[in-house]
């Protein structure tokens, strides 16, 4: 699938999507997809100079759906290399050697994930309810995975992208980019149950992170991030108001909906000392359990507001706002905003919001609901 956006200024983004992830993995193989991601961007190092005195920004990310890669720039700068990056991806040629220096890399990473503490009790509770997964994957797997697993998950799953997204200033058609999508139709999804472990770092002093989930298993998840967005946006938002400015209990907290394969998890995420945990906890569940008081009409029309401004900027800045033609259809607080009404948040929110019905996670309880 070829998209072809217009860009309002000279600047221009070049997007190549990967559909699957988590989901084509087996059990033995968890994380090979991030690995991938990081051993197909090694297809660019000799050209780093050249990209750098054409001020071409590119990265790749990895989630549980996808894998995508993208450069953006100057609109001239963008034609000149899309065509490469794309080939560069679609022969995907490395060696043994650059293979277990990416994978110490990458267990690094992993390293990482579980000495950030709220990141880590997200990453468990999404293990133990869902039995699912982040895509950094399992540490066990990613140490035993062998040279020729990566080759051959490549060559099963991602020999040609499944959506390439190019937004630029002429925005034509581009008929040289169709060849590379045409794939076969064969892809497996590989995924199996896995009792996957959980990892807790203790090391903390002192300090003590909360992350409070619940699973939203349906098709509300531009309404869910709306009210997320209700809830923590802002200086003035609730959650912001109650656990910070009347109460200094922590510095920040937010709230965010975290898409995993076809369901998704919903979740509160902070950090505060030790001693205010219960206290914090219990300011958090007055806040969800009393909608009356924190989700009114006038929250609900701020945040409209914010949205409809977000998106005009979305359309200047369009070279690198293109999430909605990565993520799926309903998704975006964006593709719900013009027919949104406080009587739909509201349904909504009564279906997820109760406070009973989320699960915690911290550094001194495991978890508990």
Known sequence: MIVNLKSQTDLSGFYIVYEGSTNLEKPGWYGISHLLEHLCCKAFDHLQEEFDRDSIDWNAYTSSNEIVFYMTGLDEKINKWKYKFLELLSEFKITKEEFENERKIVLEEYSDYFNKQTDSHILNLNRKLFND????GLKSDLENLKFLDIINFWELQYMRPSKIINVSKKNKFDNNLVDFTKRDSGRKLLMGNYDTPLELNNDFKGKCSIAIVSPVIDENFGYVNYINSMLSVGLKSPLYQEVR???????????????????SVNAIATQTSDKNFDTLVGVVGDVINTPDKYLTKERFDV????????????????????????DPKGWSVYDILDTVDYDKIREVYDQYFNFDNFYISNDKTEFKK
């Open 245 to 263: 400015e009347k109460r200094g209990l922590v510095y920040s907290i937010h709230c965010y909906l975290s898409r995993i394969n076809k369901q």
């Open 303 to 326: 945040i409209n507001d914010f949205y409809k401004v977000r998106k005009v900027k979305k359309e200047i800045l369009r070279y690198n706002s293109v999430n909605e033609w990565i």
């Open 133 to 136: 997964y982040d895509p950094i």
